[in-house]
Protein backbone atom coordinates (compact mmCIF):
# COMPACT_ATOMS: atom_id res chain seq x y z
CA UNK A 1 0.00 0.00 0.00
CA UNK A 2 1.17 3.54 -0.85
CA UNK A 3 1.60 5.78 2.37
CA UNK A 4 0.36 9.07 2.47
CA UNK A 5 3.06 11.51 2.57
CA UNK A 6 0.70 14.60 2.84
CA UNK A 7 1.64 16.54 6.27
CA UNK A 8 -1.00 17.50 8.25
CA UNK A 9 -1.79 20.68 8.72
CA UNK A 10 -1.51 22.57 12.13
CA UNK A 11 -3.16 25.96 12.02
CA UNK A 12 -1.73 26.96 15.58
CA UNK A 13 1.98 25.34 15.81
CA UNK A 14 4.28 26.85 17.65
CA UNK A 15 6.55 28.01 15.14
CA UNK A 16 4.21 30.71 13.52
CA UNK A 17 3.76 32.88 16.58
CA UNK A 18 7.51 32.31 17.46
CA UNK A 19 8.97 33.79 14.06
CA UNK A 20 10.33 30.19 13.73
CA UNK A 21 10.12 28.67 10.05
CA UNK A 22 9.47 24.62 8.91
CA UNK A 23 11.86 22.80 7.79
CA UNK A 24 12.12 21.92 4.11
CA UNK A 25 13.53 18.29 3.87
CA UNK A 26 10.68 17.38 2.07
CA UNK A 27 12.06 19.33 -1.04
CA UNK A 28 15.49 18.13 -0.65
CA UNK A 29 16.86 14.98 -2.37
CA UNK A 30 20.14 15.46 -0.85
CA UNK A 31 21.26 13.88 2.41
CA UNK A 32 22.14 16.68 4.86
CA UNK A 33 25.36 16.49 6.68
CA UNK A 34 26.02 17.84 10.03
CA UNK A 35 29.52 19.87 10.25
CA UNK A 36 32.62 19.57 12.86
CA UNK A 37 31.81 22.09 15.41
CA UNK A 38 35.59 22.18 15.78
CA UNK A 39 36.09 23.61 12.11
CA UNK A 40 34.49 27.02 13.44
CA UNK A 41 36.17 29.57 14.86
CA UNK A 42 35.54 32.16 17.85
CA UNK A 43 35.34 35.97 16.46
CA UNK A 44 36.07 38.89 18.88
CA UNK A 45 33.15 38.62 21.90
CA UNK A 46 30.52 41.43 21.00
CA UNK A 47 29.82 43.65 24.21
CA UNK A 48 25.98 44.59 21.88
CA UNK A 49 24.69 41.11 21.71
CA UNK A 50 21.77 40.49 24.70
CA UNK A 51 19.40 37.48 25.01
CA UNK A 52 16.48 39.44 26.35
CA UNK A 53 15.40 41.67 23.53
CA UNK A 54 11.54 41.21 24.65
CA UNK A 55 11.98 43.34 27.89
CA UNK A 56 12.06 46.91 26.49
CA UNK A 57 7.98 46.29 25.09
CA UNK A 58 7.24 44.39 28.55
CA UNK A 59 8.81 47.43 30.30
CA UNK A 60 7.01 49.51 28.14
CA UNK A 61 4.11 47.81 28.62
CA UNK A 62 4.27 47.63 32.87
CA UNK A 63 5.03 51.21 32.74
CA UNK A 64 2.15 51.81 30.88
CA UNK A 65 0.16 50.21 33.52
CA UNK A 66 1.65 52.51 36.39
CA UNK A 67 3.51 49.41 38.00
CA UNK A 68 6.97 51.82 38.36
CA UNK A 69 5.39 54.59 39.57
CA UNK A 70 3.36 52.32 42.03
CA UNK A 71 6.05 50.46 43.35
CA UNK A 72 8.40 53.90 44.04
CA UNK A 73 5.00 55.57 45.86
CA UNK A 74 4.63 52.34 48.30
CA UNK A 75 8.63 51.06 48.72
CA UNK A 76 10.69 54.40 48.89
CA UNK A 77 10.43 55.07 52.20
CA UNK A 78 11.69 51.80 53.16
CA UNK A 79 15.07 53.99 52.02
CA UNK A 80 14.69 57.63 52.36
CA UNK A 81 18.25 58.46 53.37
CA UNK A 82 19.70 61.35 51.04
CA UNK A 83 22.04 59.98 48.78
CA UNK A 84 20.55 56.69 48.17
CA UNK A 85 22.04 55.27 44.50
CA UNK A 86 19.17 52.31 44.48
CA UNK A 87 16.06 53.79 45.29
CA UNK A 88 13.84 50.51 46.62
CA UNK A 89 11.04 50.82 43.56
CA UNK A 90 13.76 50.33 41.04
CA UNK A 91 15.59 47.86 42.94
CA UNK A 92 11.71 45.56 42.74
CA UNK A 93 10.97 46.56 39.23
CA UNK A 94 15.19 45.12 38.72
CA UNK A 95 14.32 41.85 40.66
CA UNK A 96 10.45 41.55 38.27
CA UNK A 97 12.42 41.85 35.39
CA UNK A 98 15.21 38.89 36.36
CA UNK A 99 12.11 36.75 37.57
CA UNK A 100 10.21 37.41 34.38
CA UNK A 101 13.85 36.64 31.94
CA UNK A 102 13.79 33.22 33.85
CA UNK A 103 15.56 33.81 36.93
CA UNK A 104 14.79 31.90 40.47
CA UNK A 105 16.95 33.37 42.92
CA UNK A 106 18.49 36.88 43.75
CA UNK A 107 22.07 35.53 42.85
CA UNK A 108 20.89 34.89 39.04
CA UNK A 109 21.14 38.28 38.59
CA UNK A 110 24.75 38.62 38.46
CA UNK A 111 24.64 36.22 35.31
CA UNK A 112 22.17 39.09 34.06
CA UNK A 113 24.99 41.55 34.65
CA UNK A 114 26.58 40.23 31.61
CA UNK A 115 23.89 41.46 29.08
CA UNK A 116 23.81 45.19 27.90
CA UNK A 117 20.30 45.74 27.88
CA UNK A 118 19.53 44.42 30.80
CA UNK A 119 21.97 46.26 32.01
CA UNK A 120 21.05 49.27 30.48
CA UNK A 121 17.43 49.06 31.92
CA UNK A 122 18.08 48.52 35.37
CA UNK A 123 19.57 52.23 35.35
CA UNK A 124 23.28 51.59 33.77
CA UNK A 125 24.60 49.68 36.81
CA UNK A 126 23.11 46.85 37.90
CA UNK A 127 23.63 46.64 41.87
CA UNK A 128 25.68 43.69 44.01
CA UNK A 129 23.53 40.73 45.22
CA UNK A 130 24.63 42.16 48.87
CA UNK A 131 22.84 45.31 48.12
CA UNK A 132 19.74 43.52 47.03
CA UNK A 133 19.51 40.74 50.16
CA UNK A 134 20.08 44.30 52.07
CA UNK A 135 16.81 45.85 50.39
CA UNK A 136 14.60 42.18 50.73
CA UNK A 137 15.58 42.00 54.42
CA UNK A 138 13.87 45.76 54.73
CA UNK A 139 10.48 44.57 54.13
CA UNK A 140 8.05 44.91 57.10
CA UNK A 141 4.17 44.01 57.34
CA UNK A 142 3.26 47.30 55.94
CA UNK A 143 5.40 46.75 52.90
CA UNK A 144 4.83 43.07 52.66
CA UNK A 145 0.68 44.08 53.00
CA UNK A 146 1.21 46.68 50.14
CA UNK A 147 3.09 44.24 47.86
CA UNK A 148 0.24 41.88 48.23
CA UNK A 149 -1.87 44.24 47.39
CA UNK A 150 0.06 45.40 44.04
CA UNK A 151 0.24 42.28 42.57
CA UNK A 152 -3.18 41.42 43.24
CA UNK A 153 -4.10 44.46 41.62
CA UNK A 154 -2.95 43.27 38.35
CA UNK A 155 -4.42 39.93 38.65
CA UNK A 156 -7.69 41.11 39.11
CA UNK A 157 -7.54 43.45 36.46
CA UNK A 158 -9.81 43.20 33.31
CA UNK A 159 -12.39 40.73 35.91
CA UNK A 160 -15.26 43.97 35.29
CA UNK A 161 -15.22 42.97 31.18
CA UNK A 162 -16.23 39.49 31.92
CA UNK A 163 -19.54 38.24 31.14
CA UNK A 164 -20.33 35.31 33.46
CA UNK A 165 -22.63 34.32 35.83
CA UNK A 166 -20.08 32.98 38.22
CA UNK A 167 -16.30 33.57 38.65
CA UNK A 168 -14.64 31.28 40.56
CA UNK A 169 -11.57 31.78 42.62
CA UNK A 170 -9.82 28.72 43.48
CA UNK A 171 -7.49 28.23 46.87
CA UNK A 172 -4.94 25.49 48.05
CA UNK A 173 -2.08 25.67 49.79
CA UNK A 174 1.02 24.15 48.92
CA UNK A 175 4.34 22.67 50.81
CA UNK A 176 7.76 24.31 49.41
CA UNK A 177 10.54 22.36 51.13
CA UNK A 178 13.73 23.93 52.06
CA UNK A 179 17.40 22.75 52.34
CA UNK A 180 18.78 24.92 55.04
CA UNK A 181 17.96 26.62 58.75
CA UNK A 182 15.58 29.65 57.37
CA UNK A 183 13.65 31.55 59.19
CA UNK A 184 10.06 29.79 59.33
CA UNK A 185 11.23 26.56 57.53
CA UNK A 186 9.70 24.04 59.83
CA UNK A 187 8.71 20.55 59.36
CA UNK A 188 5.15 19.97 58.41
CA UNK A 189 3.05 18.19 55.96
CA UNK A 190 5.09 17.17 53.31
CA UNK A 191 3.90 13.81 51.50
CA UNK A 192 7.08 13.69 49.52
CA UNK A 193 10.17 14.54 52.37
CA UNK A 194 8.82 13.68 55.76
CA UNK A 195 10.24 15.93 58.66
CA UNK A 196 11.92 17.88 56.29
CA UNK A 197 11.78 21.83 57.18
CA UNK A 198 9.54 23.66 54.47
CA UNK A 199 6.98 26.48 53.57
CA UNK A 200 3.46 26.06 53.50
CA UNK A 201 2.29 29.42 51.47
CA UNK A 202 -1.76 29.41 50.55
CA UNK A 203 -2.59 30.53 46.87
CA UNK A 204 -5.78 32.13 45.71
CA UNK A 205 -6.09 31.82 41.75
CA UNK A 206 -9.12 33.33 39.50
CA UNK A 207 -10.42 30.34 37.67
CA UNK A 208 -11.35 31.71 34.50
CA UNK A 209 -8.08 33.90 33.61
CA UNK A 210 -5.41 32.29 35.81
CA UNK A 211 -4.29 34.98 37.49
CA UNK A 212 -3.25 34.63 41.15
CA UNK A 213 -5.12 37.46 43.19
CA UNK A 214 -3.96 36.23 47.12
CA UNK A 215 -0.65 35.05 48.50
CA UNK A 216 0.68 34.39 51.57
CA UNK A 217 4.13 32.75 52.71
CA UNK A 218 3.45 30.66 55.91
CA UNK A 219 5.59 28.46 57.84
CA UNK A 220 5.50 24.94 57.16
CA UNK A 221 4.32 23.66 60.45
CA UNK A 222 0.92 25.99 59.82
CA UNK A 223 -2.40 24.38 58.82
CA UNK A 224 -5.29 25.32 56.81
CA UNK A 225 -7.99 27.17 59.41
CA UNK A 226 -9.00 30.17 60.98
CA UNK A 227 -6.23 31.60 61.60
CA UNK A 228 -6.46 32.76 57.47
CA UNK A 229 -9.78 33.43 57.71
CA UNK A 230 -9.23 37.37 58.22
CA UNK A 231 -6.37 37.28 55.21
CA UNK A 232 -9.29 35.26 53.47
CA UNK A 233 -11.85 37.94 53.95
CA UNK A 234 -9.69 40.47 52.20
CA UNK A 235 -8.77 38.80 49.32
CA UNK A 236 -12.66 37.60 48.73
CA UNK A 237 -13.39 41.00 49.05
CA UNK A 238 -11.52 42.49 46.86
CA UNK A 239 -12.41 39.54 44.16
CA UNK A 240 -15.83 40.56 44.74
CA UNK A 241 -16.16 44.45 44.12
CA UNK A 242 -13.80 43.80 41.13
CA UNK A 243 -16.82 42.31 39.15
CA UNK A 244 -19.31 43.49 37.34
CA UNK A 245 -23.28 43.81 38.12
CA UNK A 246 -24.45 40.28 37.58
CA UNK A 247 -21.74 37.91 37.96
CA UNK A 248 -21.24 36.47 41.00
CA UNK A 249 -17.86 35.05 43.43
CA UNK A 250 -17.65 31.65 44.02
CA UNK A 251 -15.29 30.38 46.13
CA UNK A 252 -13.95 26.27 45.90
CA UNK A 253 -11.81 25.04 48.29
CA UNK A 254 -10.83 21.35 49.29
CA UNK A 255 -11.59 19.66 52.16
CA UNK A 256 -9.28 21.59 54.20
CA UNK A 257 -12.05 24.35 53.74
CA UNK A 258 -14.24 22.37 56.31
CA UNK A 259 -13.96 25.10 58.44
CA UNK A 260 -17.14 26.53 60.31
CA UNK A 261 -15.10 30.04 60.58
CA UNK A 262 -14.32 29.78 56.82
CA UNK A 263 -18.39 29.19 55.95
CA UNK A 264 -19.49 31.88 58.35
CA UNK A 265 -17.14 33.98 56.50
CA UNK A 266 -18.23 33.54 53.41
CA UNK A 267 -21.81 33.21 54.30
CA UNK A 268 -21.46 36.83 55.82
CA UNK A 269 -19.45 38.52 52.72
CA UNK A 270 -22.37 37.68 50.67
CA UNK A 271 -20.30 35.29 48.23
CA UNK A 272 -21.12 31.92 46.71
CA UNK A 273 -18.73 28.53 47.88
CA UNK A 274 -18.34 24.69 46.75
CA UNK A 275 -16.16 23.10 49.31
CA UNK A 276 -15.41 19.62 49.67
CA UNK A 277 -16.55 18.56 53.13
CA UNK A 278 -14.84 16.33 55.75
CA UNK A 279 -16.17 12.81 55.80
CA UNK A 280 -16.71 12.24 59.38
CA UNK A 281 -18.35 8.99 60.71
CA UNK A 282 -21.60 10.72 60.60
CA UNK A 283 -21.39 11.90 58.02
CA UNK A 284 -20.49 8.75 56.34
CA UNK A 285 -23.26 6.67 57.96
CA UNK A 286 -25.86 9.29 56.60
CA UNK A 287 -24.31 8.48 53.06
CA UNK A 288 -24.50 4.79 53.46
CA UNK A 289 -28.37 5.04 54.60
CA UNK A 290 -29.25 7.49 51.67
CA UNK A 291 -31.97 5.50 49.84
CA UNK A 292 -33.15 8.62 47.64
CA UNK A 293 -30.82 9.09 44.40
CA UNK A 294 -31.33 11.01 41.38
CA UNK A 295 -29.44 9.08 38.30
CA UNK A 296 -27.68 11.31 36.10
CA UNK A 297 -25.55 9.03 33.80
CA UNK A 298 -25.56 5.59 33.05
CA UNK A 299 -23.20 3.39 31.70
CA UNK A 300 -23.47 0.69 28.23
CA UNK A 301 -25.98 -1.48 30.47
CA UNK A 302 -28.39 1.26 31.47
CA UNK A 303 -27.05 0.66 35.14
CA UNK A 304 -26.96 3.76 36.82
CA UNK A 305 -23.04 5.03 36.91
CA UNK A 306 -23.98 8.34 38.76
CA UNK A 307 -26.41 9.63 40.97
CA UNK A 308 -26.71 12.68 43.54
CA UNK A 309 -28.42 13.17 46.60
CA UNK A 310 -29.49 15.76 48.99
CA UNK A 311 -28.47 15.41 53.06
CA UNK A 312 -30.70 16.49 55.81
CA UNK A 313 -26.61 16.91 57.45
CA UNK A 314 -25.45 19.64 59.48
CA UNK A 315 -22.97 20.27 62.09
CA UNK A 316 -23.01 21.58 65.71
CA UNK A 317 -20.80 24.21 64.75
CA UNK A 318 -22.71 25.19 61.82
CA UNK A 319 -25.57 25.67 64.32
CA UNK A 320 -23.85 27.55 66.55
CA UNK A 321 -23.12 30.11 64.07
CA UNK A 322 -26.33 29.84 62.41
CA UNK A 323 -24.71 28.94 59.05
CA UNK A 324 -26.67 27.29 56.47
CA UNK A 325 -25.04 24.88 54.81
CA UNK A 326 -26.36 22.62 51.73
CA UNK A 327 -24.59 19.08 51.88
CA UNK A 328 -24.33 17.44 48.36
CA UNK A 329 -23.23 13.71 47.89
CA UNK A 330 -22.78 12.50 44.25
CA UNK A 331 -21.64 9.08 44.08
CA UNK A 332 -20.28 7.31 40.96
CA UNK A 333 -19.09 4.25 39.31
CA UNK A 334 -16.38 5.04 37.52
CA UNK A 335 -13.63 6.14 40.04
CA UNK A 336 -11.64 9.44 39.57
CA UNK A 337 -10.45 12.13 42.01
CA UNK A 338 -9.74 11.59 45.88
CA UNK A 339 -13.05 9.84 46.47
CA UNK A 340 -14.16 7.45 48.98
CA UNK A 341 -15.66 3.86 48.57
CA UNK A 342 -19.33 3.66 49.56
CA UNK A 343 -19.73 -0.13 49.15
CA UNK A 344 -16.96 -2.08 47.76
CA UNK A 345 -19.24 -4.41 46.23
CA UNK A 346 -20.72 -2.88 44.13
CA UNK A 347 -18.12 -0.17 42.84
CA UNK A 348 -19.60 2.88 44.35
CA UNK A 349 -17.91 5.62 45.51
CA UNK A 350 -18.84 9.05 46.54
CA UNK A 351 -17.59 12.62 47.31
CA UNK A 352 -19.62 15.02 49.53
CA UNK A 353 -19.12 18.89 48.97
CA UNK A 354 -20.77 21.79 50.99
CA UNK A 355 -22.08 24.69 49.15
CA UNK A 356 -24.43 28.07 49.30
CA UNK A 357 -25.62 27.56 45.61
CA UNK A 358 -29.20 26.60 44.59
CA UNK A 359 -28.07 24.88 41.48
CA UNK A 360 -28.89 21.55 40.28
CA UNK A 361 -26.60 19.21 42.66
CA UNK A 362 -24.65 17.35 39.29
CA UNK A 363 -23.88 21.13 38.10
CA UNK A 364 -22.63 21.89 41.51
CA UNK A 365 -20.55 18.79 41.82
CA UNK A 366 -19.27 19.54 38.14
CA UNK A 367 -18.23 22.90 38.84
CA UNK A 368 -15.68 21.77 41.69
CA UNK A 369 -14.33 19.16 39.62
CA UNK A 370 -12.62 21.88 37.19
CA UNK A 371 -10.84 23.55 40.37
CA UNK A 372 -8.39 20.79 39.92
CA UNK A 373 -7.02 23.60 36.89
CA UNK A 374 -5.10 24.97 40.34
CA UNK A 375 -2.81 22.22 40.50
CA UNK A 376 -1.09 22.69 37.02
CA UNK A 377 -0.74 26.70 38.29
CA UNK A 378 0.77 26.07 41.24
CA UNK A 379 3.09 23.23 39.47
CA UNK A 380 4.32 26.00 36.80
CA UNK A 381 5.16 28.43 39.86
CA UNK A 382 7.11 25.77 40.89
CA UNK A 383 9.07 25.23 37.92
CA UNK A 384 8.89 28.36 35.92
CA UNK A 385 9.20 30.59 38.09
CA UNK A 386 11.00 28.99 41.32
CA UNK A 387 8.41 29.73 44.41
CA UNK A 388 10.08 27.39 46.43
CA UNK A 389 13.51 28.91 46.08
CA UNK A 390 14.55 30.52 49.39
CA UNK A 391 16.47 33.49 48.72
CA UNK A 392 17.04 34.93 51.98
CA UNK A 393 17.65 33.53 56.19
CA UNK A 394 14.96 35.98 56.68
CA UNK A 395 11.46 35.35 56.95
CA UNK A 396 9.86 38.62 55.84
CA UNK A 397 12.93 38.61 52.54
CA UNK A 398 11.45 35.22 51.01
CA UNK A 399 7.59 36.29 51.41
CA UNK A 400 8.83 39.73 49.64
CA UNK A 401 10.64 37.56 47.08
CA UNK A 402 7.39 34.58 46.70
CA UNK A 403 5.18 38.46 46.20
CA UNK A 404 7.21 39.45 43.72
CA UNK A 405 7.67 36.38 41.91
CA UNK A 406 3.51 36.38 41.70
CA UNK A 407 3.79 39.81 40.43
CA UNK A 408 6.20 39.02 37.38
CA UNK A 409 3.68 36.18 36.85
CA UNK A 410 0.60 38.16 36.84
CA UNK A 411 2.40 40.93 34.55
CA UNK A 412 3.92 38.59 31.97
CA UNK A 413 0.70 37.09 31.89
CA UNK A 414 -1.33 40.25 31.60
CA UNK A 415 1.27 41.59 28.91
CA UNK A 416 0.72 38.33 26.85
CA UNK A 417 -3.16 38.45 26.59
CA UNK A 418 -3.39 42.31 26.02
CA UNK A 419 -0.57 43.06 23.89
CA UNK A 420 -0.45 39.64 21.95
CA UNK A 421 -4.07 38.54 21.82
CA UNK A 422 -3.39 35.63 19.22
CA UNK A 423 -0.77 34.01 20.65
CA UNK A 424 -2.07 30.64 22.42
CA UNK A 425 -2.40 30.87 26.51
CA UNK A 426 1.02 28.93 26.68
CA UNK A 427 2.35 28.37 29.93
CA UNK A 428 5.41 30.15 30.89
CA UNK A 429 7.96 28.51 29.25
CA UNK A 430 6.90 29.36 25.81
CA UNK A 431 5.73 32.98 26.77
CA UNK A 432 9.33 33.64 27.39
CA UNK A 433 10.82 31.83 24.93
CA UNK A 434 9.02 33.91 22.42
CA UNK A 435 7.93 37.02 24.31
CA UNK A 436 11.18 37.54 26.19
CA UNK A 437 13.77 35.65 26.08
CA UNK A 438 14.27 37.07 22.28
CA UNK A 439 18.12 37.57 20.96
CA UNK A 440 19.01 40.92 19.37
CA UNK A 441 21.73 43.73 18.92
CA UNK A 442 22.22 46.86 20.38
CA UNK A 443 23.22 49.39 18.19
CA UNK A 444 24.54 53.08 18.80
CA UNK A 445 23.71 56.26 16.17
CA UNK A 446 24.77 59.70 18.06
CA UNK A 447 23.16 59.40 21.42
CA UNK A 448 20.21 57.21 20.07
CA UNK A 449 19.92 53.19 20.88
CA UNK A 450 18.36 50.99 18.74
CA UNK A 451 17.53 47.33 19.57
CA UNK A 452 17.98 45.12 16.35
CA UNK A 453 15.85 41.91 16.18
CA UNK A 454 15.51 38.50 14.22
CA UNK A 455 13.69 38.68 11.12
CA UNK A 456 10.26 37.51 11.52
CA UNK A 457 10.72 37.76 15.26
CA UNK A 458 7.21 38.58 16.98
CA UNK A 459 8.42 41.76 18.37
CA UNK A 460 8.61 43.28 15.63
CA UNK A 461 4.77 43.28 15.09
CA UNK A 462 3.01 44.26 18.77
CA UNK A 463 0.08 42.52 17.86
CA UNK A 464 0.04 39.23 15.68
CA UNK A 465 -2.05 39.12 12.86
Known sequence: MKRNRKTPSHPKVRRIFSGGKRGDGHRRRRRIRRPDPAALRLGTPDRNLTGVAGLPAFGTYVRRLGVDEELHRAFNRLKSAAGIVYPMGAQLRLLTDAFVVGESRVFGVEGLAADPLFVYLAGGVVPSIDTLYDDLDRFDDKALADLERIMAAQGLAGLRAMRATYVHMDIDTTVLPIAGEHEGARPGPNPRFHGRPSFHPILARIAETGAIVGAQLRPGDTGFGGPDVPALRGWVTRARDALRRGSSLC???????????????????????????????????????????????????????????????????????????????????????????????????????????????????????????????????????????????????????????????????????????????????????????????????????????????????????
Open 251 to 465: VRVDAAGDCAELLCMLHEEHVFYVIKAVVSPDLSSMVACQTRWKTVDVDADRRPARQVAELPFTRFTWQKRDVPVRVIVVRSRERHGKQLPLFEEDGWTFQVFLTNRVDEANDIAWDYDARAGIEPIIAELKGSWGIGHASSYGFAANHAVLLLKLLAYNLLHRYAAQEHPTLPRWRTAWRRRTLIAVPGRLSRSGRALTLHLLPGSPLSHPRLE
